[in-house]
């Protein structure tokens, strides 16, 4: 594993939520819509337990329409789950959030029985621009969304319908290797936590194949039925060349070729991209599970060996002990 990300606080915030979510009715999930399932935190679902879900896929400006769709199908086939996609370009986001929250949790409402509904999100997924837009003078003046206000951690939305903003930071956690590169990529993960390099050579693998023609068009690559068949390294370099990291000798400069392949998929100029499909994602997240399981197999069984060997030395000494009281 090559993303070296070791989040502090994880248990705080758990603690925090934990104690939150007695009062709450329905979770919005907020997820970077260019790598939905990588992005969420699986101690989130943990924590939420059987609450009702909205997933909210948002940089849908940045993502890859028809995969988008693809992943809202995906999250509305499951139990108790609603699914919408959102950017930072929609200015009166509210309505829609509110309307799919009640659609949740159809027995709340009313002054009451107000809708209790918390907002989680990992970093740079896009949850400051959101609650801000919620907040806003923008949203404000357009009247779309007038009487908005913010107690503390607390939005009201509407007079029956509490927004409240996660207490704590949800950092991301990598149960899987690749969505470890992919929210590297993404730029959800410190620099000091990865090799930029290595990440890049990922993100071209991920690319190479659906998205060769708007790597050929940004890069001015001239071979685009080739790309999906290049090594990796190979289109890196290719990339570099183009931009001119090269340095004397005419050798690609790599370390400036991956951070231009970074920068231009984090910033949208390579067009709308999204890393991974669901099925990609499922098949990742299995491959893990078993990984896990075989990790805790072997674990039991050295625990059980060790203690095998413990019981073992444990009755030669009561032997020892017999032979001394028998001399
Ligand atoms: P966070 O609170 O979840 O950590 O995320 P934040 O709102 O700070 O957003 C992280 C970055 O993503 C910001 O860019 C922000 O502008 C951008 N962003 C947020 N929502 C959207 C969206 O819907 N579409 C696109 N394309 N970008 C979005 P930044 O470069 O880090 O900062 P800034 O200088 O642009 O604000």
Same mark, same amino acid.
């Given at each position: 594993?090559?993303?070296?990300?070791?989040?502090?606080?994880?248990?705080?915030?758990?603690?925090?939520?934990?104690?939150?979510?007695?009062?709450?009715?329905?979770?919005?999930?907020?997820?970077?819509?260019?790598?939905?399932?990588?992005?969420?935190?699986?101690?989130? +679902?943990? #924590? *939420?337990?059987?609450?009702?879900?909205?997933?909210?896929? &948002?940089?849908?400006? @940045?993502? =890859? $329409?028809?995969?988008?769709?693809?992943?809202?199908?995906?999250?509305?086939?499951?139990?108790?789950?609603?699914?919408?996609?959102?950017?930072?370009?929609?200015?009166?986001?509210?309505?829609?959030?509110?309307?799919?929250?009640?659609?949740?949790?159809?027995?709340?409402?009313?002054?009451?029985?107000?809708?209790?509904?918390?907002?989680?999100?990992?970093?740079?997924?896009?949850?400051?621009?959101?609650?801000?837009?919620?907040?806003?003078?923008?949203?404000?003046?357009?009247?779309?969304? +007038?009487? #908005? *206000?913010?107690?503390?951690?607390?939005?009201?939305?509407? &007079?029956?319908?509490? @927004?409240? =903003? $996660?207490?704590?930071?949800?950092?991301?956690?990598?149960?899987?290797?690749?969505?470890?590169?992919?929210?590297?990529?993404?730029?959800?993960?410190?620099?000091?936590?990865?090799?930029?390099?290595?990440?890049?050579?990922?993100?071209?693998?991920?690319?190479?194949?659906?998205?060769?023609?708007?790597?050929?068009?940004?890069?001015?690559?001239?071979?685009?039925?080739?790309?999906?068949?290049?090594?990796?390294?190979?289109?890196?370099?290719?990339?570099?060349?183009?931009?001119?990291?090269?340095?004397?000798?005419?050798?690609?400069?790599?370390?400036?070729?991956?951070?231009?392949?970074?920068?231009?998929?984090?910033?949208?100029?390579?067009?709308?991209?999204?890393?991974?499909?669901?099925?990609?994602?499922?098949?990742?997240?299995?491959?893990?599970?078993?990984?896990?399981?075989?990790?805790?197999?072997?674990?039991?069984?050295?625990?059980?060996?060790?203690?095998?060997?413990?019981?073992?030395?444990?009755?030669?000494?009561?032997?020892?002990?017999?032979?001394?009281?028998?001399?």
């Amino acid at each position: 594993m090559s993303i070296q990300w070791f989040p502090g606080h994880m248990n705080v915030t758990k603690k925090a939520i934990l104690e939150r979510i007695k009062d709450i009715d329905v979770v919005i999930e907020l997820l970077d819509a260019r790598l939905p399932g990588s992005s969420a935190n699986p101690m989130l +679902a943990e #924590i *939420t337990g059987s609450r009702p879900k909205l997933k909210v896929l &948002n940089k849908q400006d @940045l993502a =890859d $329409t028809e995969r988008t769709e693809a992943w809202l199908a995906w999250y509305r086939a499951q139990a108790d789950t609603q699914a919408l996609g959102l950017d930072a370009s929609d200015k009166a986001p509210a309505q829609r959030l509110i309307k799919a929250c009640r659609e949740l949790a159809p027995n709340r409402g009313g002054m009451a029985k107000p809708l209790r509904v918390l907002i989680c999100g990992i970093p740079n997924v896009g949850k400051s621009t959101l609650l801000n837009t919620l907040v806003g003078k923008k949203a404000a003046k357009t009247g779309d969304e +007038a009487g #908005i *206000t913010r107690i503390e951690q607390r939005i009201n939305l509407a &007079n029956d319908f509490y @927004l409240f =903003d $996660t207490p704590g930071m949800l950092w991301p956690k990598i149960t899987v290797e690749q969505s470890g590169y992919l929210l590297a990529a993404s730029g959800a993960v410190g620099r000091n936590a990865y090799d930029e390099e290595e990440v890049a050579l990922e993100l071209a693998k991920r690319l190479q194949g659906p998205y060769a023609a708007q790597l050929a068009a940004r890069f001015r690559l001239d071979d685009v039925a080739a790309i999906p068949t290049l090594h990796d390294d190979v289109l890196l370099a290719d990339i570099g060349r183009k931009r001119g990291a090269v340095v004397s000798g005419g050798r690609v400069n790599m370390q400036k070729a991956a951070e231009i392949l970074l920068n231009d998929f984090r910033s949208g100029v390579l067009g709308r991209i999204t890393l991974e499909t669901p099925a990609e994602f499922e098949q990742w997240w299995a491959a893990g599970e078993a990984l896990e399981a075989e990790r805790q197999a072997k674990k039991l069984a050295r625990q059980a060996k060790r203690k095998g060997r413990a019981a073992t030395e444990l009755l030669d000494h009561a032997d020892d002990g017999d032979d001394e009281l028998a001399d």
